[in-house]
DNA sequence: TACTAGATCGGCT
DNA sequence: GCCGATCTAGTAG
């Protein structure tokens, strides 16, 4: 029996609005269960995404097959693919018909790393400092690493494949908020929130 | 360290 | 056709 496993994340976490969860997010544990092997990485950075108002979300122009997902209730996976190179990965958030979602941009590997640095660098000798800080630290990173891809479009966070773990809370004052990386449109909005001084963020 | 370009392709105008 | 919620390797300073 594991006593000091937490908890995987409710419904109620993620249904909320997505600048109240954004945040919240940091310090939250990402499992990806892959059949035989697990993966997990503490959240240190996430970009908040709101086609009601934010020219840069995917659902800023309306419903199409590949942002249904995100048009859906909170705690499901929005996974899409982009550049022509990479998958990213989001959090829906909020109630259904609103089209929010945070972008999951960095995170710590705490668990799988050996599988991590394959899936990275199709080597399975160890990773030295320089690799270990490259592993996930970018959004394109993280699924490369984790192995998600379109298959797991759509998960429900709920289930037993790719999840949330519970943590305590990130004080607000650990936390920076700055304009996301990469967006041309709406890129005033300071919706882009890291861990201060975690070395595993995508840039400083 | 900082900037530039190339890869590469699905989605949408 | 055009462009992107990216990454990497390359060059210049």
């Known amino acids: 029996m594991k006593i000091h496993s937490s908890s995987k994340l409710p419904r109620e976490f993620y249904t909320r609005e997505v600048l109240e969860v954004a945040p919240e997010l940091l310090g939250k544990y990402l499992v990806k269960e892959n059949g035989k092997k697990t993966f997990k990485g503490k959240i240190v950075e996430v970009e908040a995404y709101d086609g009601r108002i934010d020219q840069a979300a995917h659902t800023f122009t309306g419903r199409t097959p590949r942002n249904e997902i995100m048009f859906g209730e909170g705690g499901y996976f929005y996974v899409y ?18 089209g929010t979602a945070v972008l999951i941009r960095a995170v710590e590997p705490v668990e799988g790393i050996e599988e991590m ?15 270990l800080y490259n592993l996930t630290s970018g959004p394109g990173k993280v699924c490369q690493a984790f192995g998600i891809d379109k298959r797991d479009y759509g998960l429900d966070l709920t289930g037993d494949v790719v999840y949330l773990l519970d943590n305590r809370q990130i004080p607000g004052e650990k936390i920076a908020a700055t304009q996301r990386i990469g967006v041309t449109r709406s890129a005033e ?13 995508s840039k400083r």
Not at 120 to 131: F, I, L, P, T, V
Not at 189 to 201: A, E, G, H, S, T
């Open 81 to 98: 693919f982009t550049y022509g190179a990479h998958y990213c990965c989001n959090i829906v958030t909020g109630k259904s018909g609103e």
């Open 117 to 131: 640095v394959l899936n990275r660098y199709k080597k399975r000798s160890a990773a030295g400092n320089k690799e």
């Open 189 to 201: 909005l300071l919706w882009r929130f890291y861990i201060k001084d975690n070395p595993f963020i």
